[in-house]
Protein backbone atom coordinates (compact mmCIF):
# COMPACT_ATOMS: atom_id res chain seq x y z
CA UNK A 1 0.00 0.00 0.00
CA UNK A 2 1.12 3.74 -0.94
CA UNK A 3 2.50 5.80 1.74
CA UNK A 4 1.09 9.09 2.79
CA UNK A 5 2.69 11.74 1.48
CA UNK A 6 2.02 15.86 0.71
CA UNK A 7 5.41 15.80 -1.89
CA UNK A 8 4.88 17.31 -5.15
CA UNK A 9 6.54 14.82 -7.44
CA UNK A 10 8.82 15.80 -10.22
CA UNK A 11 6.38 16.84 -13.32
CA UNK A 12 4.51 18.83 -10.58
CA UNK A 13 7.39 20.56 -8.98
CA UNK A 14 8.18 21.18 -13.09
CA UNK A 15 5.18 22.67 -13.91
CA UNK A 16 5.25 24.73 -10.97
CA UNK A 17 8.26 26.05 -11.74
CA UNK A 18 7.36 26.56 -15.31
CA UNK A 19 4.38 28.80 -14.56
CA UNK A 20 5.93 30.73 -12.08
CA UNK A 21 8.47 31.71 -14.51
CA UNK A 22 6.25 32.80 -16.99
CA UNK A 23 4.53 34.55 -14.18
CA UNK A 24 7.29 36.10 -12.80
CA UNK A 25 9.03 37.33 -15.83
CA UNK A 26 5.80 38.20 -18.48
CA UNK A 27 2.65 38.80 -16.09
CA UNK A 28 4.34 40.65 -13.45
CA UNK A 29 6.16 43.28 -15.13
CA UNK A 30 2.86 43.57 -17.50
CA UNK A 31 0.33 43.60 -15.03
CA UNK A 32 -0.30 47.37 -14.19
CA UNK A 33 0.00 48.68 -17.75
CA UNK A 34 -2.87 46.11 -18.58
CA UNK A 35 -4.81 47.37 -15.20
CA UNK A 36 -4.16 50.56 -15.77
CA UNK A 37 -5.39 50.55 -19.47
CA UNK A 38 -8.53 48.01 -19.01
CA UNK A 39 -7.75 45.89 -22.29
CA UNK A 40 -7.28 42.70 -23.19
CA UNK A 41 -3.76 42.00 -23.52
CA UNK A 42 -3.24 39.95 -26.62
CA UNK A 43 0.24 40.12 -26.62
CA UNK A 44 0.69 38.33 -22.97
CA UNK A 45 -1.74 35.58 -24.21
CA UNK A 46 0.07 35.22 -27.37
CA UNK A 47 2.93 34.93 -25.66
CA UNK A 48 1.75 31.70 -23.49
CA UNK A 49 0.19 30.57 -26.79
CA UNK A 50 3.70 30.36 -28.04
CA UNK A 51 5.63 28.88 -25.17
CA UNK A 52 2.64 26.05 -24.78
CA UNK A 53 1.08 27.64 -21.89
CA UNK A 54 -2.46 28.86 -23.57
CA UNK A 55 -4.22 25.96 -25.19
CA UNK A 56 -6.01 23.00 -25.01
CA UNK A 57 -3.36 20.87 -24.50
CA UNK A 58 -2.03 22.39 -21.52
CA UNK A 59 -5.04 21.80 -19.56
CA UNK A 60 -5.74 18.80 -21.02
CA UNK A 61 -1.91 17.71 -20.16
CA UNK A 62 -2.69 19.45 -16.45
CA UNK A 63 -6.21 17.38 -16.19
CA UNK A 64 -4.25 13.86 -16.76
CA UNK A 65 -2.17 14.16 -13.52
CA UNK A 66 -4.24 11.70 -11.91
CA UNK A 67 -4.20 13.06 -8.17
CA UNK A 68 -6.13 16.27 -9.83
CA UNK A 69 -3.38 19.22 -8.38
CA UNK A 70 -1.27 19.96 -11.59
CA UNK A 71 -4.11 22.26 -12.45
CA UNK A 72 -4.46 24.08 -9.00
CA UNK A 73 -0.86 24.15 -8.89
CA UNK A 74 -0.62 25.95 -12.82
CA UNK A 75 -3.35 28.40 -11.66
CA UNK A 76 -1.71 29.55 -7.98
CA UNK A 77 1.11 29.92 -9.87
CA UNK A 78 -0.20 32.29 -12.59
CA UNK A 79 -2.62 34.09 -10.62
CA UNK A 80 0.27 34.78 -8.03
CA UNK A 81 1.66 36.72 -11.40
CA UNK A 82 -1.80 38.64 -11.52
CA UNK A 83 -5.37 37.84 -11.49
CA UNK A 84 -6.30 39.95 -14.41
CA UNK A 85 -3.98 38.98 -16.78
CA UNK A 86 -4.62 35.16 -15.18
CA UNK A 87 -8.18 35.31 -15.98
CA UNK A 88 -7.11 36.84 -19.57
CA UNK A 89 -5.23 33.18 -20.41
CA UNK A 90 -7.24 30.86 -18.09
CA UNK A 91 -11.06 32.24 -18.69
CA UNK A 92 -11.36 30.11 -22.08
CA UNK A 93 -11.35 27.17 -19.51
CA UNK A 94 -14.98 27.91 -17.91
CA UNK A 95 -16.09 27.17 -21.49
CA UNK A 96 -14.16 24.45 -22.44
CA UNK A 97 -15.09 22.44 -18.92
CA UNK A 98 -18.55 22.99 -20.29
CA UNK A 99 -17.83 21.50 -23.45
CA UNK A 100 -16.03 18.94 -22.19
CA UNK A 101 -18.73 18.38 -18.86
CA UNK A 102 -21.52 18.18 -21.76
CA UNK A 103 -20.50 17.79 -25.09
CA UNK A 104 -19.73 14.34 -27.11
CA UNK A 105 -16.17 13.17 -28.52
CA UNK A 106 -17.08 14.68 -31.80
CA UNK A 107 -18.25 17.70 -30.12
CA UNK A 108 -15.24 18.20 -28.31
CA UNK A 109 -12.80 17.75 -31.29
CA UNK A 110 -14.75 20.21 -33.25
CA UNK A 111 -15.80 22.80 -30.93
CA UNK A 112 -12.37 23.14 -28.33
CA UNK A 113 -9.73 23.99 -30.67
CA UNK A 114 -11.75 27.19 -31.89
CA UNK A 115 -11.75 28.39 -28.00
CA UNK A 116 -8.03 28.94 -28.30
CA UNK A 117 -7.44 29.84 -32.07
CA UNK A 118 -3.26 29.08 -32.89
CA UNK A 119 -0.18 30.56 -31.40
CA UNK A 120 -0.08 33.02 -33.83
CA UNK A 121 -3.83 34.05 -34.19
CA UNK A 122 -5.01 33.32 -30.27
CA UNK A 123 -8.70 33.39 -29.80
CA UNK A 124 -10.97 33.08 -26.33
CA UNK A 125 -13.80 31.38 -25.78
CA UNK A 126 -16.63 32.66 -23.47
CA UNK A 127 -18.87 30.93 -20.64
CA UNK A 128 -22.31 32.66 -20.83
CA UNK A 129 -24.97 31.59 -17.78
CA UNK A 130 -25.23 34.25 -15.79
CA UNK A 131 -28.52 36.83 -16.17
CA UNK A 132 -29.94 40.11 -14.64
CA UNK A 133 -32.34 38.68 -13.51
CA UNK A 134 -30.50 34.79 -12.44
CA UNK A 135 -26.96 35.02 -10.26
CA UNK A 136 -26.86 32.94 -7.34
CA UNK A 137 -30.27 31.56 -8.46
CA UNK A 138 -29.32 29.61 -11.91
CA UNK A 139 -33.02 28.20 -11.75
CA UNK A 140 -34.55 31.44 -12.52
CA UNK A 141 -32.63 31.83 -16.35
CA UNK A 142 -34.78 33.06 -18.85
CA UNK A 143 -32.77 32.86 -22.01
CA UNK A 144 -34.83 30.57 -24.56
CA UNK A 145 -34.04 28.24 -26.76
CA UNK A 146 -36.60 26.62 -29.35
CA UNK A 147 -35.52 23.70 -31.57
CA UNK A 148 -37.02 24.47 -35.63
CA UNK A 149 -37.22 20.83 -36.43
CA UNK A 150 -38.17 21.39 -40.15
CA UNK A 151 -34.44 23.54 -40.75
CA UNK A 152 -32.69 21.33 -37.59
CA UNK A 153 -31.70 24.44 -35.61
CA UNK A 154 -31.89 25.84 -31.98
CA UNK A 155 -33.03 29.53 -32.20
CA UNK A 156 -31.72 30.82 -29.06
CA UNK A 157 -33.49 34.61 -27.08
CA UNK A 158 -32.33 36.60 -24.29
CA UNK A 159 -29.25 38.00 -22.27
CA UNK A 160 -27.00 37.03 -20.28
CA UNK A 161 -24.99 39.10 -17.69
CA UNK A 162 -21.23 39.19 -16.72
CA UNK A 163 -19.61 36.65 -19.13
CA UNK A 164 -15.84 36.68 -19.07
CA UNK A 165 -14.95 37.37 -23.11
CA UNK A 166 -18.24 37.94 -23.49
CA UNK A 167 -18.52 39.31 -27.29
CA UNK A 168 -14.95 39.03 -28.26
CA UNK A 169 -14.76 35.14 -27.58
CA UNK A 170 -14.80 32.67 -30.90
CA UNK A 171 -16.91 30.57 -29.21
CA UNK A 172 -19.64 31.22 -27.11
CA UNK A 173 -21.31 28.81 -24.40
CA UNK A 174 -24.59 29.28 -23.76
CA UNK A 175 -27.12 27.72 -21.12
CA UNK A 176 -30.94 27.91 -22.27
CA UNK A 177 -34.14 27.03 -20.97
CA UNK A 178 -35.50 24.05 -23.51
CA UNK A 179 -38.34 23.29 -20.91
CA UNK A 180 -39.63 25.77 -18.66
CA UNK A 181 -42.01 23.25 -17.04
CA UNK A 182 -38.98 21.73 -15.76
CA UNK A 183 -37.19 24.50 -14.09
CA UNK A 184 -33.03 23.96 -13.66
CA UNK A 185 -33.41 20.46 -14.76
CA UNK A 186 -34.61 21.90 -17.99
CA UNK A 187 -31.87 24.03 -19.42
CA UNK A 188 -29.07 22.71 -21.96
CA UNK A 189 -25.62 24.22 -23.39
CA UNK A 190 -25.56 25.20 -26.57
CA UNK A 191 -22.35 26.35 -28.67
CA UNK A 192 -22.41 29.31 -30.81
CA UNK A 193 -19.93 29.17 -33.64
CA UNK A 194 -17.92 32.19 -34.64
CA UNK A 195 -19.42 34.74 -36.75
CA UNK A 196 -23.12 33.93 -35.95
CA UNK A 197 -25.36 36.47 -36.32
CA UNK A 198 -27.80 37.94 -33.86
CA UNK A 199 -25.26 37.93 -30.84
CA UNK A 200 -24.12 41.14 -29.17
CA UNK A 201 -22.31 43.17 -26.78
CA UNK A 202 -22.10 46.54 -26.01
CA UNK A 203 -18.88 46.42 -24.42
CA UNK A 204 -16.82 45.84 -21.63
CA UNK A 205 -17.98 46.83 -18.62
CA UNK A 206 -15.65 48.46 -15.64
CA UNK A 207 -14.65 46.77 -12.91
CA UNK A 208 -13.45 47.25 -9.57
CA UNK A 209 -10.55 44.18 -10.43
CA UNK A 210 -9.69 41.95 -12.50
CA UNK A 211 -9.04 45.13 -15.13
CA UNK A 212 -7.50 42.98 -18.02
CA UNK A 213 -9.93 40.36 -17.88
CA UNK A 214 -12.78 41.28 -20.55
CA UNK A 215 -16.03 41.11 -19.04
CA UNK A 216 -19.67 41.95 -21.12
CA UNK A 217 -23.02 41.76 -21.18
CA UNK A 218 -24.06 39.42 -24.02
CA UNK A 219 -27.32 39.79 -25.84
CA UNK A 220 -29.15 36.97 -28.27
CA UNK A 221 -31.67 38.13 -30.76
CA UNK A 222 -32.77 34.91 -32.69
CA UNK A 223 -29.72 33.49 -32.92
CA UNK A 224 -29.80 30.32 -34.76
CA UNK A 225 -27.21 27.30 -34.16
CA UNK A 226 -27.38 23.86 -36.20
CA UNK A 227 -28.65 21.14 -33.60
CA UNK A 228 -24.93 19.75 -33.63
CA UNK A 229 -24.63 22.83 -31.35
CA UNK A 230 -26.84 21.24 -28.16
CA UNK A 231 -23.77 20.02 -26.21
CA UNK A 232 -24.81 16.62 -25.86
CA UNK A 233 -27.20 15.99 -28.82
CA UNK A 234 -30.72 16.06 -28.84
CA UNK A 235 -31.14 12.59 -28.47
CA UNK A 236 -29.65 12.57 -24.62
CA UNK A 237 -31.29 15.72 -24.08
CA UNK A 238 -34.81 14.17 -25.09
CA UNK A 239 -33.78 11.54 -22.77
CA UNK A 240 -33.03 13.29 -19.81
CA UNK A 241 -36.29 15.53 -20.35
CA UNK A 242 -37.96 12.09 -20.28
CA UNK A 243 -36.82 10.87 -16.91
CA UNK A 244 -37.31 14.01 -15.21
CA UNK A 245 -40.58 14.15 -16.15
CA UNK A 246 -41.19 10.74 -15.08
CA UNK A 247 -39.97 11.80 -11.77
CA UNK A 248 -36.55 9.97 -11.97
CA UNK A 249 -33.35 11.98 -10.69
CA UNK A 250 -31.62 13.68 -13.63
CA UNK A 251 -27.91 13.27 -14.24
CA UNK A 252 -27.59 17.17 -13.09
CA UNK A 253 -28.15 20.20 -15.22
CA UNK A 254 -25.61 21.72 -17.43
CA UNK A 255 -24.28 24.74 -16.08
CA UNK A 256 -23.48 23.03 -12.31
CA UNK A 257 -21.61 20.55 -13.98
CA UNK A 258 -19.54 23.41 -15.10
CA UNK A 259 -19.16 25.10 -11.66
CA UNK A 260 -18.71 21.56 -9.98
CA UNK A 261 -15.11 21.09 -12.25
CA UNK A 262 -14.07 24.50 -12.01
CA UNK A 263 -14.40 25.95 -8.20
CA UNK A 264 -11.26 24.08 -6.71
CA UNK A 265 -9.66 25.52 -9.97
CA UNK A 266 -10.82 29.30 -8.64
CA UNK A 267 -10.17 28.53 -5.18
CA UNK A 268 -6.42 28.15 -6.03
CA UNK A 269 -6.16 31.31 -8.46
CA UNK A 270 -7.78 33.28 -4.83
CA UNK A 271 -4.76 31.41 -2.93
CA UNK A 272 -2.48 32.82 -5.78
CA UNK A 273 -3.50 36.47 -5.26
CA UNK A 274 -3.29 35.89 -1.45
CA UNK A 275 -0.15 34.64 -1.63
CA UNK A 276 1.06 37.31 -3.58
CA UNK A 277 0.06 39.81 -1.27
CA UNK A 278 1.35 38.44 1.63
CA UNK A 279 4.83 37.93 0.21
CA UNK A 280 4.97 41.45 -0.58
CA UNK A 281 3.78 42.38 3.46
CA UNK A 282 6.37 40.24 3.99
CA UNK A 283 9.46 41.58 2.54
CA UNK A 284 7.95 44.79 2.98
CA UNK A 285 7.77 44.55 7.11
CA UNK A 286 11.25 43.71 7.00
CA UNK A 287 12.13 45.88 5.37
CA UNK A 288 10.05 49.19 6.47
CA UNK A 289 12.07 50.75 10.05
CA UNK A 290 10.04 52.48 12.36
CA UNK A 291 11.03 53.92 16.07
CA UNK A 292 14.82 52.59 15.08
CA UNK A 293 13.87 48.50 14.33
CA UNK A 294 12.14 46.46 10.98
CA UNK A 295 8.49 46.61 11.79
CA UNK A 296 8.32 43.04 11.45
CA UNK A 297 9.91 42.52 15.29
CA UNK A 298 6.83 44.16 16.27
CA UNK A 299 4.79 41.47 17.58
CA UNK A 300 1.28 42.92 16.06
CA UNK A 301 2.52 42.58 12.85
CA UNK A 302 4.55 39.26 12.74
CA UNK A 303 1.33 37.62 14.55
CA UNK A 304 -0.43 39.51 11.46
CA UNK A 305 1.72 37.84 8.98
CA UNK A 306 1.56 34.09 10.64
CA UNK A 307 -2.25 34.27 10.46
CA UNK A 308 -1.77 35.06 6.47
CA UNK A 309 0.41 32.51 6.45
CA UNK A 310 -1.46 30.00 8.44
CA UNK A 311 -4.75 30.68 6.71
CA UNK A 312 -3.17 30.63 2.94
CA UNK A 313 -1.88 27.22 3.90
CA UNK A 314 -4.90 25.61 5.46
CA UNK A 315 -7.11 27.29 2.17
CA UNK A 316 -4.61 25.23 -0.42
CA UNK A 317 -5.21 21.81 1.46
CA UNK A 318 -9.05 22.34 1.29
CA UNK A 319 -8.13 23.27 -2.81
CA UNK A 320 -6.04 20.30 -3.15
CA UNK A 321 -8.41 17.73 -1.67
CA UNK A 322 -11.54 19.29 -3.41
CA UNK A 323 -9.23 19.28 -6.92
CA UNK A 324 -7.98 15.05 -6.00
CA UNK A 325 -11.37 14.30 -5.17
CA UNK A 326 -13.21 15.99 -8.28
CA UNK A 327 -10.41 14.33 -10.07
CA UNK A 328 -11.19 10.62 -8.72
CA UNK A 329 -15.01 11.00 -9.01
CA UNK A 330 -15.38 10.90 -5.41
CA UNK A 331 -18.80 12.34 -4.13
CA UNK A 332 -18.37 15.73 -2.44
CA UNK A 333 -20.49 14.39 0.26
CA UNK A 334 -19.98 17.10 2.43
CA UNK A 335 -19.61 20.00 -0.35
CA UNK A 336 -15.92 19.53 -0.22
CA UNK A 337 -15.78 21.74 -3.94
CA UNK A 338 -17.72 24.64 -1.99
CA UNK A 339 -15.68 24.44 0.66
CA UNK A 340 -12.42 24.92 -0.88
CA UNK A 341 -13.71 27.95 -3.11
CA UNK A 342 -15.04 29.36 0.30
CA UNK A 343 -12.39 29.16 2.45
CA UNK A 344 -10.33 30.35 -0.56
CA UNK A 345 -12.09 33.47 -1.54
CA UNK A 346 -12.47 34.50 1.88
CA UNK A 347 -8.62 34.21 2.91
CA UNK A 348 -7.86 35.67 -0.23
CA UNK A 349 -10.29 39.13 0.81
CA UNK A 350 -8.97 38.91 4.23
CA UNK A 351 -5.10 38.78 3.41
CA UNK A 352 -5.42 41.12 0.42
CA UNK A 353 -6.69 43.85 2.93
CA UNK A 354 -4.37 42.81 5.60
CA UNK A 355 -1.34 43.57 3.76
CA UNK A 356 -2.55 47.09 2.78
CA UNK A 357 -3.01 47.94 6.23
CA UNK A 358 0.65 46.32 7.26
CA UNK A 359 2.20 48.94 4.39
CA UNK A 360 -0.18 51.72 5.91
CA UNK A 361 -0.12 54.47 3.69
CA UNK A 362 1.63 53.46 0.89
CA UNK A 363 -0.58 50.51 0.48
CA UNK A 364 -2.87 52.71 -0.74
CA UNK A 365 -0.65 53.91 -3.38
CA UNK A 366 -0.86 52.25 -7.14
CA UNK A 367 3.03 52.61 -6.38
CA UNK A 368 2.86 48.86 -4.22
CA UNK A 369 0.68 46.12 -5.94
CA UNK A 370 -0.81 45.60 -2.98
CA UNK A 371 -3.72 47.85 -3.65
CA UNK A 372 -4.62 45.72 -7.24
CA UNK A 373 -4.53 42.39 -5.58
CA UNK A 374 -7.16 43.85 -2.74
CA UNK A 375 -9.47 44.89 -6.01
CA UNK A 376 -9.01 42.01 -7.55
CA UNK A 377 -9.31 39.25 -4.43
CA UNK A 378 -13.42 40.43 -3.79
CA UNK A 379 -14.71 38.65 -6.92
CA UNK A 380 -13.83 35.51 -5.34
CA UNK A 381 -16.25 35.90 -2.80
CA UNK A 382 -18.72 36.82 -5.78
CA UNK A 383 -18.60 34.88 -9.02
CA UNK A 384 -19.19 31.16 -9.29
CA UNK A 385 -21.19 31.41 -6.39
CA UNK A 386 -21.29 34.04 -3.80
CA UNK A 387 -19.81 32.85 -0.22
CA UNK A 388 -23.76 32.68 0.48
CA UNK A 389 -24.31 30.26 -2.05
CA UNK A 390 -21.24 28.46 -0.65
CA UNK A 391 -22.41 28.01 2.82
CA UNK A 392 -25.65 26.98 1.43
CA UNK A 393 -24.19 23.98 -0.64
CA UNK A 394 -22.32 22.58 2.27
CA UNK A 395 -25.06 23.32 5.15
CA UNK A 396 -27.63 21.14 2.54
CA UNK A 397 -24.81 18.38 2.01
CA UNK A 398 -24.29 17.96 5.87
CA UNK A 399 -27.38 18.31 7.45
CA UNK A 400 -29.87 16.77 4.87
CA UNK A 401 -31.99 19.38 4.61
CA UNK A 402 -33.13 21.56 1.62
CA UNK A 403 -32.06 24.83 3.78
CA UNK A 404 -33.33 27.98 2.01
Request: net charge negative; charged share 20%.
Given at each position: MPEFSLDLNEDQRDLRDWVHGFANE????????????????????????????????????????????????????????????????????????????????????????????????????????????????????????????????????????????????????????????????????????PGTAGLSSPGKLKKLGLRASHTADVFLDDVRVPGRCLLGGREALLERLARVRSGQRSAGQAAMRTFELTRPTVGAQAIGVARAAYEYALEYARGRVQFGRPIVENQAVAFALADMKMEIDAARLLVWRAAWMGRNNRVFESGEGSMSKLKAGEVAVAVTEKAVQLLGGAGYLREHPVERWYRDAKIYTIFEGTSEIQRLVIARAISGIQIR
Open positions: VVRPAAAEWDAREETPWPVIQEAAKIGLYGFEFLANCWSDPTGLSLPIANEELFWGDAGIGLALLGTSLAVASIYGSGTPEQMLEWVPPCFGTADEPAVAAFCNTEPEAGSDVGAIRTRAVYDEANDEWVLNGQKAYATNGGIAAIHVVTAVVDPDLGSRGHAAFVVP
